[in-house]
């Protein structure tokens, strides 16, 4: 509706701050919490004055915020009220359908309950992206023509071709973490309790490219959570291929009685494997002569007769054993020799009186050969590299010979081998 003049205000209903009477004075400003207010027309306000009620026009006049009466006001006069009335014009109730959408505001604030019963709420302006619960308890949500998420009691659904983004998801309580079909992850990790178990790891699906350097330790893995059928020898690589073990030291094999496995000692294996078993063997040949003049309680390393072991165990024992042909140049000289382990000679006879203490030895001359052997079991008790060894001596003023005489003119004389072989025996 148009209006000549100003367009009158719809009806808001005010009482005055009151006012103080001054004498001899009759204009006085009208506010509302100390506010300066405008009335829609003198005769559109209730006027009391000294407990009478004011005509509008003659009583008093309006010019904006001002009131003024026919007549000054004196000392003990009061203003009782100003009531102000605003627009008291009745619209009526609407008819049905008259209230279109371009009539409301854009800023329309809704009631505290907005039913629509079921209808499509369309959000944006070319009408694809809309809130439909035409389903009783459940809210399906639609983004750019396309159904994306659905909300029901307690579950919010991503549909087919939706994602769920969030930079952080938060559990609700501080005890149980947040669950992701089915896995739990509670303070920023798996929840071993029911999530990284057996059932929900897929056969053949965690490599060795998936794991990274000594991530997965032995306090990770609760007993028995790897059965053997998931452990491929192909996924342990990159280590060093040991030559050497310590009795401590761990070890894993197969209990076919339980159909698993398990960890054992070096110690522990040996002993339940037996004793007596031939480990290793190692042999150092000498096909050259070997000769000396060293005097007997000297001894002298008799060259490439030696030969180093390394122990797999400390239990472990060490079968030496030494063999070849020996002449003296000078007839009936005696020759002996020594076996000796690193620096310490052993299998050697006490002392007694002015002999000489060794291994093997006796009296030969004239270039005729004789044979020789040694043989001891020793224990070194240790699983560090130990070298083996043959010394030599002569009686003095003779010549020891090792694997030929000193006579090579005549095809009557030999030049023969010379041998030292060690064998681990476990224990």
């Keep these: 509706m148009a209006y000549i003049g100003r367009e009158p205000q719809i009806g808001n209903y005010q009482i005055c701050d009151a006012i103080s009477v001054v004498n001899g004075q009759a204009a006085y400003t009208m506010q509302v919490s100390s506010t300066n207010v405008i009335p829609e027309s003198v005769n559109h ?4 004055l000294n407990g009478v009620i004011q005509k509008p026009g003659s009583s008093y006049t309006i010019a ?33 359908s008259t209230v279109t959408t371009a009539k409301l505001s854009g800023n329309l604030v809704t009631p505290g309950t907005l039913d629509v019963n079921g209808q499509e709420l369309i959000l944006d302006a070319d009408a694809d992206t809309s809130i439909t619960s035409d389903t009783d308890d459940q809210i399906d949500i639609k983004v750019a023509g396309a159904d994306d998420f659905q909300i029901t009691a307690n579950t919010l659904t991503a549909l087919s ?86 009795d ?12 698993a496995l398990k960890k054992m000692t070096v110690a522990n294996l040996v002993a339940n494997a037996g004793g007596g078993k031939v480990l290793q063997v ?13 005097a007997l309680g000297s001894f002298t390393d008799v060259t490439g007769m030696s030969q180093a072991i390394t122990p797999s165990a400390t239990s472990s024992k060490i079968l030496v054993t030494v063999c070849g042909h020996f002449t003296n140049q000078t007839s009936n000289y005696q020759a002996s020799f020594k ?9 050697i006879g006490d002392s007694r009186g002015s002999t000489t203490r060794s291994s093997s030895g006796g009296t030969q ?6 044979n020789f052997s040694i043989t001891f079991l020793d224990s070194p008790n240790t699983t560090s590299s130990t070298t ?40």
Excluded at 45 to 48: A, F, R, T, Y
Excluded at 68 to 88: C, P, R
């Design 282 to 294: 190692l042999q150092t040949v000498k096909t050259d002569t070997f000769s000396t003049s060293t």
């Design 161 to 246: 071709g939706s994602t769920i983004k969030a930079d952080t998801i938060a559990e609700t309580t501080g005890a149980n973490g947040v669950a992701v079909d089915g896995l739990t992850i509670k303070d920023g990790k798996l929840n071993t309790n029911d999530s990284v178990v057996t059932a929900n790891i897929t056969d053949a699906n965690v490599t060795s490219a998936k794991i990274a350097g000594d991530a997965i330790t032995a306090a990770k893995i609760a007993d028995d959570a790897i059965s053997e059928e998931h452990l491929d020898v192909t996924a342990i690589t990159g280590h060093t291929a040991e030559t050497s073990v310590a």
């Design 45 to 48: 306000m209730i006027v009391s």
């Design 248 to 259: 401590g030291d761990l070890v894993v094999i197969h209990d076919a009685s339980a159909s």
């Design 339 to 347: 076996l000796v382990r690193d620096s310490t000679a052993i299998f």
């Design 365 to 370: 001359s004239n270039g005729n050969m004789e």
């Design 64 to 96: 904006s915020s001002t009131i003024t009466f026919s007549s000054n006001l004196a000392t003990g006069d009061s203003i009782d009220f100003i009531y102000l009335l605003g627009n008291v014009l009745d619209l009526g109730t609407p008819s049905d």
């Design 388 to 427: 083996y060894k043959l010394q030599g001596a002569s009686e003095t003023g003779g010549t020891l010979f090792l694997g030929g005489t000193y006579i090579s003119s005549s095809n009557y004389y030999q030049s023969s081998p010379a041998s030292i072989t060690v064998m681990e025996i476990g224990a």
